[in-house]
C-alpha cells in the first residue's frame, strides 16, 4: 500500500520497499518449513478436494473450526505470497536494460499489484467476518499467534 499511494513509481524508495518485501518474503518461505507449528505449510496447505468440501460446509454454515488456518485462508495466503513475488520480480525486471521501458512488463507490474491490493482487502474483510461469526478476534490472534483451544 505504502509503493501504490505514497512512493513514486521507479524511485529508490519504491525499489528499496520492493525489495524489503521480497526479503521477508523470503524469510515466510523459509518460516513456512521451519517455524512454529501452524506457521509451516505442512499444517495448512490442503488438496483441491479438501479445500472444495471446506467450502461447501463454509456455505452451510457446518465448517470445522481450525487453530491455525483454514483451508480458504491457506489458499488465500498462497495466492497473496505468489502476488507479492510475481510483482516484485517484474518490478526488479523493470530495472534491467534488457526490459527498460517494456510495456507488457510494466503493466504487468501494475496489475499484479491492484490484485494484492484486492485479495488484502478481502482477506481482511473476511478475517472480519470470521470473527463475528465464531466470536473470537482473528486479528488479534493473527497478531499474537494464540487463539482459543479447540472444544472437544
Avoid: C
Avoid at 478481502?122 to 470473527?131: K, Q, Y
Amino acid at each position: 500500500m505504502l509503493n501504490l499511494f505514497v512512493l513514486s513509481p521507479g524511485k529508490e524508495w519504491h525499489r528499496y520497499t520492493g525489495y524489503a518485501v521480497l526479503g521477508l518474503l523470503a524469510v515466510r518461505f523459509v518460516w513456512g518449513f521451519v517455524g512454529t507449528r501452524h506457521a509451516r505449510f505442512s499444517d495448512f496447505v490442503r488438496s483441491p478436494s479438501a479445500i472444495r468440501r471446506y467450502l461447501v460446509d463454509l456455505r452451510h454454515g457446518r465448517e470445522a473450526r481450525h487453530l491455525g488456518h483454514n483451508p480458504a485462508a491457506a489458499v488465500m495466503m498462497m495466492a497473496l505470497m505468489a502476488l507479492l513475488l510475481a510483482t516484485g520480480i517484474s518490478g526488479w525486471m523493470m530495472t534491467l536494460d534488457a526490459f527498460w521501458g517494456n510495456g507488457f512488463i510494466e503493466e504487468t507490474h501494475e496489475v499484479l499489484a491492484n490484485g494484492i491490493m484486492v485479495l488484502a482487502g478481502l482477506h481482511a474483510l473476511a478475517a472480519i467476518v470470521e470473527s463475528v461469526r465464531h466470536r473470537e478476534n482473528l486479528v488479534l490472534a493473527m497478531v499474537t499467534g494464540r487463539k482459543k483451544p479447540l472444544q472437544s
